[in-house]
């Protein structure tokens, strides 16, 4: 065996330095899918008859009223079912929804139901949420879960009435008839006030009896209106007549012989006599310490009102002063005239020395009121 060369020496060690080769598992082949051409048919949707279909959109109607009910007044608040009827039929469009329509839906729902009917008494019949738990939405009711279990009960119930008869589609008009009505109970506040409003009821009742029976017989009313009593006979009539003119004469009599009332003009003097004692108290106070002080009437009128506690008019200060200058002190009020006719002016002086003493103007003003 000969030597062997350089290059294939060389080719020998390049080959024993690489690694050796890993084998590959081998992949199994897939199947391929068979599809179906054309593909099969889906099996076709039983709709439920139009009676039930409209059943159904009422159902969804009531759940959609109630929504906005709850969202607007809390659940905590029964929906008055005045209030509520309105806006499901607004909602529904297809008559006046009642409440027995509101009872044939709670009833259909059957145990599942999470609302009840209560009687608050004068008409007012409630729909009271008895579940107040939220669902999985947030919400208090879950319209599209509750929409699809009032189906599903719905259909069972007419698959019910259909397997009793003999035909396959029963009569709806019977099938609606025999649905279960939900129960209306009598709310306990209600009960408890029952016997007052029962009361009121009678009473109302009683008034209204006896207005259509004065009604019903007006001819007995005239009668009675028309027919003269014992005190309406000539002879009475007469005598009320001769009393009457006896009581007219009698007062007059009794004016006559009475003093007459004082006058106007005399009940201003009283009142003016009566302020003497507080104007003279200013005057001192006005006078201050000049033995005699005069001062022109209009500006010691002014003076006089502001200092008075009681308001007092003009002409009833300048009936004051001139009284007390005439007859109650006339020596220590007196008034002094200037000028001509046309243009005269009044004057009031005041001597101080001549104030005369609390007791004697008391005895004074008393001496004027006698004189009158």
């Not at 390049?14 to 099996?43: C, F, G, I, N, W």
């Not at 109607?61 to 806006?87: E, K, M, Q, W």
């Not at 005439?326 to 001549?354: D, N």
Request: proline share 7%; aromatic share 4%.
């Amino acid at each position: 065996m000969g030597v062997p060369t350089t290059r294939k020496r060389k080719a020998h060690q390049d080959e024993s330095l690489k690694p050796a080769k890993k084998h590959r598992k081998s992949t199994p082949v897939k199947a391929k899918t068979v599809y179906q051409t054309p593909p099969s048919t889906p099996p076709a949707y039983e709709a439920l008859h139009p009676e039930l279909e409209d059943l159904l959109q009422l159902y969804s109607a009531f759940l959609t009223a109630l929504s906005i009910h709850y969202a607007h007044n809390g659940t905590s608040s029964p929906a008055d079912l005045r209030d509520l009827l309105p806006l499901i039929t607004k909602t529904w469009r297809r008559r006046g929804v009642t409440l027995e329509d509101i009872q044939k839906l709670l009833g259909v729902q059957g145990k599942v139901v999470r609302f009840h009917l209560s009687d608050y008494g004068n008409g007012n019949i409630s729909l009271v949420l008895t579940d107040t738990s939220r669902s999985n939405t947030g919400n208090f009711i879950d319209e599209t879960r509750m929409t699809t279990a009032f189906m599903d009960r719905l259909e069972e119930l007419w698959a019910a009435c259909a397997d009793s008869t003999s035909s396959s589609c029963p009569d709806i008009s019977a099938f609606l008839s025999q649905l279960p009505l939900a129960p209306i109970t009598l709310n306990l506040s209600a009960a408890k006030a029952s016997p007052l409003f029962a009361k009121g009821a009678q009473r109302l009742q009683e008034l209204k009896s006896a207005a259509r029976t004065a009604s019903a017989s007006p001819n007995a009313a005239q009668h009675h209106v028309t027919t003269p009593g014992p005190n309406k006979t000539p002879q009475a009539v007469s005598n009320r007549t001769t009393s009457l003119l006896d009581r007219i004469l009698q007062k007059q009599t009794l004016a006559s012989n009475s003093p007459t009332p004082p006058t106007k003009a005399e009940l201003e003097r009283t009142a003016a006599l009566h302020r003497v004692e507080e104007i003279s108290r200013v005057l001192d106070l006005l006078a201050g310490a000049r033995p005699r002080a005069s001062f022109s009437m209009a500006m010691l009128v002014q003076n006089l009102q502001n200092s008075l506690r009681s308001p007092m008019a003009r002409e009833e200060v300048e009936l004051c002063l001139r009284l007390m200058a005439e007859e109650v002190a006339p020596g220590y009020v007196s008034l002094l005239h200037t000028g001509s006719e046309q243009s005269r002016s009044a004057f009031v002086i005041v001597v101080k020395g001549a104030r005369p003493g609390l007791g004697v103007l008391k005895e004074g003003v008393q001496s004027a009121l006698q004189r009158r």
